[in-house]
T-cell receptor
């Protein structure tokens, strides 16, 4: 079984400041990793993903995340946030091999960008 | 445009009643999923279906039932046995079961018990 921990339930930050949203996972098998974003009363949108290759992955809107296998982490970072980044962010994993073939999510981190 | 349609957007249920949430996709995806979202708990898997006429329980299946009679439809029934059904429910699909990405999510149904 897999589990995902997002320790920070809320992260307030000022506009143009850097931000890091933390994600740690636990799994007995190798996993694929994802970050999803959710705006109020909407579904989830994929922000970025790690499937293989370079451990540093980037999104088109300036977010990046680095897969650290030894620390079982996949933290999300942005060097300068905008008001429009205010949303809830979910880290998720899915096992690479057989087993339950569905995403397992963390509890989410609400990013609040203040002017 | 292809996508997932969840209806209704808002649903009110009296205690003791069963209600059914609709999820329809026109993406020709094999696999479909139901998640429940509560504040501070993230998304938890209720049921998923890898193919028509097949489905598996997720982490919190008690008090819920599903069917998958058609490829494009995966309705979720919240029964009276579900003790605390007030939540936001999200449906998702992927082209094939076990695909690591390619998830498409619906816009959700907010269920409130009155």
């Amino acid at each position: 079984a897999q589990s995902v921990t997002q320790l920070d339930s809320q992260v307030p930050v000022f506009e143009e400041a850097p931000v890091e949203l933390r994600c740690n996972y636990s799994s007995s098998v190798s996993v694929y990793l994802f970050w999803y974003v959710q705006y109020p009363n909407q579904g989830l949108q994929l922000l970025l993903k790690y499937l293989s290759g370079s451990t540093l992955v980037e999104s088109i809107n300036g977010f990046e995340a680095e897969f650290n296998k030894s620390q079982t982490s996949f933290h999300l970072r942005k060097p300068s946030v905008h008001i429009s980044d205010t949303a809830e962010y979910f880290c998720a994993v899915i096992p690479m091999d057989t087993g339950r073939r569905a995403l397992t999510f963390g509890s989410g981190t609400r990013l609040q960008v203040q002017p | 445009d292809g996508g997932i349609t969840q209806s209704p957007k808002y649903l009110f249920r009296k205690e003791g009643q069963n209600v059914t949430l609709s999820c329809e996709q026109n993406l020709n995806h094999d696999a479909m999923y139901w998640y429940r979202q509560d504040p501070g708990q993230g998304l938890r898997l209720i049921y998923y279906s890898q193919i028509v006429n097949d489905f598996q329980k997720g982490d919190i299946a008690e008090g819920y039932s599903v069917s998958r009679e058609k490829k494009e439809s995966f309705p979720l029934t919240v029964t009276s046995a579900q003790k605390n059904p007030t939540a936001f429910y999200l449906c998702a699909s992927t082209p094939r079961a076990g695909m690591p990405d390619g998830y498409t999510f619906g816009s959700g149904t907010r269920l409130t018990v009155v």
